[in-house]
């Protein structure tokens, strides 16, 4: 990690503090970094904490490759209660005695919603219906439906079952989980339809992201640690982090960055975005094996 008072090209790996938009935090980190130049990879809701991933300057060109990296999170799901929006933040919509509900039948559910599955998204959430965000229709009354989409959670796991009861006097099961997904995954999707499954409803209380593909919380620092030092990844880093690495020798680099499509070695074919670097480590591009040639999707050097 690099820290400077310039701003450098690179990723800063935040841990978002909960009540933030993904929005907030990017207008925070304009004004630490001191430039327009920043975006992010893949919104957090505003109850979630953890790990949220930033590129600043020109490393804003990688973050759409980022977003579609695998995610890891820690949550907890709460069972007997469900709410408009299938996390805390909404008001609760129905209740159910969940104290008779066997851990059994919880991995039994949580089975159903592991591996490739079709997912309902949130209806309060970003996702896009005829160009118009799904939480603002939800917001205005309207009767709308979200179609289903394939998404993948490699894993989920319940650490803690605990008994408990609801400030509405609703006997209650908290479950701590831990979910790997792809991106794209909804976590309250997932309690709301364990909830559903299980038919005592369910919604999310709390979640904590603690990996976007291979950035960890350890490696994040909260606002106030970046207020006080900007901690910037530089994009080199970042690239050989996240994407297989081709080094090329002077005459390709040459070759790359003046647009020519260099053929590329099989190993590459079907790996996605691949990074290139010249002889001297410097990040040249993003490309992708199309047809055997490098197809450029992002160039840097």
Same mark, same amino acid.
């Not at 490393?59 to 929006?85: D, M, P």
């Not at 590459?268 to 410097?282: L, N």
């Given at each position: 990690?690099?820290?400077?008072? %310039?701003? #450098? ?7 978002? +503090? ?8 990017? $207008? ?17 809701? +505003?109850?979630? *904490? ?54 059994? $039948?919880?991995? /039994? ?11 309902? #998204? ?11 965000? %799904?939480?603002?229709? &939800?917001r205005e009354g309207e009767d709308f439906e979200i179609p289903a989409r394939p998404v993948t959670v490699s894993s ?7 008994? &408990?009861? &609801? ?10 989980? %831990? ?16 909830? $559903? ?16 593909? #291979? ?15 900007? *901690? ?5 880093? &970042?690239?050989?982090? /996240? ?9 390709? $680099? ?10 590329? +070695?099989?190993?590459?074919?079907? /790996?996605? #975005? ?10 040249l591009a993003l490309v992708e094996a199309l047809k055997g040639k490098a197809k450029s999707l992002a160039v840097f050097?």
């Open positions: 990690m690099s820290r400077q008072h %310039s701003t #450098p090209d690179g990723l800063v790996i935040v841990d978002k +503090p909960s009540g933030f938009t993904s929005h907030d935090v990017v $207008a925070k980190m304009r004004g630490i970094a001191r430039t327009r130049r920043v975006g992010h990879a893949g919104t957090l809701d +505003p109850m979630a *904490t953890g790990v949220l991933v930033l590129g600043v300057e020109k490393a804003t060109k990688l973050l759409g490759h980022l977003a579609l990296t695998e995610k890891e999170y820690l949550g907890t799901i709460r069972l007997g209660q469900t709410t408009v929006t299938d996390d805390a933040e909404g008001e609760i919509t129905s209740a159910a005695d969940a104290s008779g509900v066997t851990r059994d $039948a919880v991995d /039994a559910g949580i089975a159903k919603l592991t591996g490739d599955i079709l997912q309902v #998204p949130s209806k309060v959430s970003a996702i896009k219906i005829d160009g118009v965000r %799904s939480y603002k229709r &939800a989920f796991t319940v650490y803690d079952v605990r008994h &408990a009861v &609801a400030e509405d006097g609703t006997p209650v099961l908290d479950l701590v989980v %831990s979910v790997v997904c792809s991106s794209g995954t909804y976590i309250r999707a997932l309690a709301r339809d364990l909830g $559903a499954g299980l038919g005592v409803g369910g919604h999310l209380t709390a979640l904590r992201r603690t990996r976007v593909g #291979p950035y960890k919380l350890d490696s994040a620092s909260t606002l106030d640690q970046l207020q006080q030092e900007l *901690t910037v990844m530089p994009i080199a880093e &970042a690239a050989a982090a /996240a994407f297989p690495r081709w080094d090329v020798d002077a005459k390709r $680099a040459r070759l790359l960055t003046n647009g020519v499509r260099l053929e590329m +070695p099989d190993e590459y074919a079907g /790996a996605g #975005p691949v990074a290139v670097f010249d002889p001297e480590g410097r990040f050097g």
